[in-house]
């Protein structure tokens, strides 16, 4: 699940660093004010009340008009530039780019409808439409008409889900009310007259039943679709496949002793990165989790019981090296085929960001806090075949000020940690090192700079004209 700690803006106002996630969003305030000075032909779909200073926790889709395509790409480059932003995540597709920039204080998922509302390449509203309904707000964002936006989300869920939420259907039943029978089949005229009369009358006589929605959607997707399109739009979709050699999504990992500041810096980036990826940030705890805990899997802890945090990471009793190997093997199946189930398969398709605390690196660093007595070699063994995260986060500063903060652990051994970190950090080409003994601000600004430089990495040599 999104993990958004609910005391994460307690934390940051607590350290006087209010501003991290929750001033306005400078993305959008330099891209609309770009787009009306240079009088782009574009208008926001949905979601459009709180702009330009927010999207209200939304992506932004919006319409651009296909002459101004060119003119659109230019004013995202001269974001970047203005805002220190960067095109962290881009999905290629004719008929609506997916752009996703951010910046350390700031993310924004841009849906870029090109000309149209589409679904699986057939056109069901086309630019006419939505520039015929299109107003300005009284800040001055061009944006499409309440009625028309809600007939236009009726059409998307329907269409593309063969579901809709009972107020989006409302909102469609509201936007058809007192129209004549011109206008509707002018609105509608991407379909037949029968499916044409089907939405209608489903619409006036407030059928929203589930069953009866799917019937709805999937009458009108069929409506739509010709062969030749059918065959284009699954010829698209194979195309995707080569997504699973090249991801869309990210995996970071943060290590660390108790005390270093991991979870803080977790807690300050995640709204950040939620804003910017749409809401798809994960959280998993030391592994992937696709399997169930030891202590569910043998009946000592319930399986929606809340998760005890122990004081002392070193309480426990080490098993024997049957008991070790049986762990150890265990948590590395989860590691390989629990990976590919739960992580690999999302991120391969979808552009989501996993963020761990912790990784299979402490077992071979700290293999006491798993209860592991097995030799180093045996568990470097294991770890080589085990998926590495996109980028490894090493946090950690003073031993002594870290001991003063949760003092556990003794002295020598958060030295051996922090020590063989550095040396990790040092060593990896996949991890950096973020010191945690200055300002909580130094320390986020650090591993926000770590991550988009990682995530900008892929998009360098491309050109999205």
């Known amino acids: 699940m999104v993990r958004l700690c609910k005391d994460s803006y307690t934390i940051l106002k607590l350290y006087k660093i209010d501003n991290i996630g929750m001033k306005s969003n400078t993305i959008t305030l330099s891209l609309f004010r770009l787009l009306n000075e240079r009088q782009v032909n574009y208008c926001v779909l949905r979601h459009y009340e709180e702009l330009p200073e927010s999207t209200n926790k939304s992506d932004l889709d919006i319409y651009v008009a296909p002459k101004d395509h060119n003119a659109f790409i230019q004013i995202l480059d001269d974001v970047c530039r203005e805002t220190g932003a960067k095109l962290v995540s881009y999905k290629a597709d004719k008929m609506c780019p997916q752009f996703t920039l951010c910046t350390y204080l700031s993310g924004l998922q841009i849906d870029m409808y090109d000309g149209f509302a589409n679904h699986r390449t057939c056109v069901y509203i086309d630019e006419d439409i939505i520039t015929a309904n299109t107003f300005v707000t009284e800040k001055g964002i061009r944006a499409l008409s309440p009625e028309a936006d809600g007939l236009m989300s009726f059409l998307k869920e329907t269409l593309n889900n063969k579901k809709c939420k009972e107020a989006y259907c409302r909102k469609a039943q509201m936007a058809i009310a007192g129209k004549d029978e011109a206008t509707i089949n002018h609105i509608l ?6 499916v044409r009369k089907l939405i209608v009358d489903t619409l006036r006589e407030g059928s929203f039943d589930k069953r009866h929605i799917r019937e709805v959607g999937i009458a009108a997707s069929n409506d739509l679709q010709s062969m030749a399109s059918r065959i284009h739009y699954y010829l698209g979709q194979l195309g995707k496949l080569k997504r699973f050699g090249k991801p ?5 990992a943060f290590l660390g002793t108790d005390g270093s500041g991991k979870s803080t810096i977790i807690d300050a980036i995640t709204p950040v990165l939620s804003e910017a990826f749409h809401k798809g940030v994960y959280y998993e705890h030391m592994r992937p989790n696709y399997l169930p805990a030891l202590a569910v899997l043998t009946g000592k802890r319930c399986k929606n019981a809340p998760m005890v945090v122990c004081s002392d990471p070193h309480a426990g009793k080490t098993s024997g090296v049957l008991g070790s190997l049986l762990r150890i093997s265990y948590y590395w199946i989860d590691y390989t ?20 605390d912790r990784y299979f690196y402490d077992y071979i660093n700290d ?17 080589l075949f085990v ?41 990896s080409h996949r991890a950096v090192w973020v010191d945690t003994g200055g300002s909580i601000e130094e320390s986020v600004h650090q591993s926000m700079t770590a991550i988009l430089n990682m995530m900008s990495k892929r998009f360098e040599n491309i050109s999205l004209r």
């Not at 869309?248 to 970071?252: A, E, N």
């Not at 739960?342 to 761990?356: Q, S």
Request: with cysteine; hydrophobic share 35%; proline share 9%.
């Open 248 to 252: 869309l999504g990210y995996t970071v």
């Open 367 to 383: 293999p006491q806090r798993a209860c592991i007595g097995l030799p180093k070699w045996l568990l470097k063994w294991y770890g």
């Open 189 to 194: 005229k991407a379909f037949s007259p029968k």
């Open 387 to 427: 998926p590495p995260p996109d980028l490894v986060i090493c946090v950690g500063t003073d031993p002594e000020k870290i001991h003063r903060r949760k003092p556990e652990l003794l002295i020598e051994e958060v030295r051996r940690q922090v020590e063989t970190l550095r040396k990790f950090a040092d060593k």
């Open 337 to 356: 085929y629990g990976y590919f189930r739960k992580i690999y398969m999302d991120k391969a398709v979808k552009n989501h960001v996993w963020i761990f």
